[in-house]
């Protein structure tokens, strides 16, 4: 069965703190690594990831994939309070259109 | 609107009534897109539409669950005979066409169901 898991669960840091946010996946036909934020009730679009080593960057946020290894990392530096969030991985299949996502980093920075 | 949009935002029933809960997704987005969001878990797919194919009905959670997507644009996801773990969050996604292959959906704010 698909799975991701992603690590730590929660995350508590000073604003200006960098952090490192982990997914490690198993799939069967792997298509996309995703990333969301979570900041009250919708998920917002992050990242798409398809191919290993290339790094994704956006801002002070940037992700990269390791297909070989089975998972993505999502950083993000100068951290802000505006950055206190739930992260959602999530990955897609070929062959279908859905998104199995992982339960979440919760992230908070202290002013 | 300019995203989607969901309705009830909130609703309180008592276990045994049915609900529906309504999406008006993105205009001209051809993708839809239900999940449920337990308490403390990740979003779990229910059912994916597109254009007039088939839906993809495999996430449903048992046959009180079921969904119709009217003239390609609004959505209802109905519920029968609740029980108490069919309480949730219930998001809708829109996307363009093939939604997944470009990984961005846009999401509603939700519907938070709560079953007594």
């Known amino acids: 069965e698909d799975k991701v898991v992603q690590s730590p669960l929660s995350l508590v840091v000073h604003e200006g703190d960098t952090v490192t946010l982990n997914c490690s996946y198993e799939?069967?036909?792997?298509?996309?690594l995703l990333w969301y934020k979570q900041e009250k009730k919708a998920p917002t679009f992050l990242f798409m990831l398809?191919?290993?080593?290339i790094e994704k960057k956006s801002g002070r946020l940037s992700s990269i994939l390791d297909k070989k290894e089975l998972f993505s990392i999502l950083n993000i530096t100068a951290t802000q309070t505006g950055d206190s969030a739930v992260y959602l991985c999530a990955h897609s299949n070929f062959g279908n259109e859905k998104l199995t996502f992982g339960t979440g980093t919760r992230l908070t920075i202290i002013p | 609107g300019a995203g989607v949009s969901q309705s009830p935002s909130n609703k309180v029933t008592e276990k045994g009534k049915d609900v529906e809960l309504r999406c008006d997704p993105i205009?001209?987005?051809?993708?839809l897109y239900w999940y449920r969001q337990s308490l403390g878990q990740g979003l779990e797919f229910l059912i994916y539409f597109q254009g007039n194919s088939a839906p993809d009905k495999s996430g449903l959670p048992s046959d009180r669950f079921s969904a119709e997507r009217t003239g390609g644009s609004v959505s209802t996801l109905t519920i029968q005979r609740t029980q108490q773990e069919d309480s949730a969050v219930y998001l809708c996604?829109?996307?363009?066409?093939?939604?997944?292959?470009?990984?961005?959906?846009?999401f509603g704010e939700g519907s938070r169901l709560t079953v007594l």
């Open positions: 799939v069967t036909n792997f298509r996309s």
């Open positions: 205009s001209g987005h051809t993708a």
């Open positions: 398809t191919s290993s080593g």
């Open positions: 996604a829109s996307s363009l066409s093939r939604g997944v292959g470009t990984g961005e959906l846009f």
